[in-house]
Nanobody, 116 residues
Framework: QVQLVESGGGLVQAGGSLRLSCAAS????????MAWFRQSPGKERELVAYSGGGTGYADSVKGRFTISRDDANSTVYLQMNSLKPEDTAVYYC????????????WGQGTQVTVSS
C-alpha cells in the first residue's frame, strides 16, 4: 500500500508553467512505476506521463511536460511548460509495482486551470 498526495495545481495563463508534486509514503518508493494522469469534464481519464521501466509521454504533452522523480524523498514531479487551455484538468498521481499490470494507488487529484 502506497499513499499518494498531489500538490502544486493552480491557475495559470496560456504559455505559463506549473510544477506538480506527488509525495508517496507506505513503501519503498524506488520499486514503483509512477505516473501522472489527467481528467477534464466530460472526458475520460488519460495517461499523461510515466516513469519506471522507461519514461513516456502522451503525444499531446510531449516536448512540453517532463516527469521526474526524487527517490530519496519519495516524490515524483510533473513540470508543465508552455501550458495550453486544453491542459486544463484534474491531474492525478498514480503508482504501481513494476510487475503489476495496472495502477493500484491513486492520489486525490490537483486542479490545473489554464486560461486563454
Amino acid at each position: 500500500q502506497v499513499q499518494l498526495v498531489e500538490s502544486g495545481g493552480g491557475l495559470v495563463q496560456a504559455g505559463g508553467s506549473l510544477r506538480l508534486s506527488c509525495a508517496a509514503s507506505g513503501r519503498i518508493f524506488s520499486i514503483y512505476t509512477m505516473a501522472w494522469f489527467r481528467q477534464s469534464p466530460g472526458k475520460e481519464r488519460e495517461l499523461v506521463a510515466y516513469s519506471g521501466g522507461g519514461t513516456g509521454y502522451a503525444d499531446s504533452v510531449k516536448g512540453r511536460f517532463t516527469i521526474s522523480r526524487d527517490d530519496a524523498n519519495s516524490t515524483v514531479y510533473l513540470q508543465m511548460n508552455s501550458l495550453k487551455p486544453e491542459d486544463t484538468a484534474v491531474y492525478y498521481c498514480a503508482a504501481k509495482e513494476r510487475v503489476s499490470s495496472s495502477f493500484g494507488s491513486w492520489g486525490q487529484g490537483t486542479q490545473v486551470t489554464v486560461s486563454s
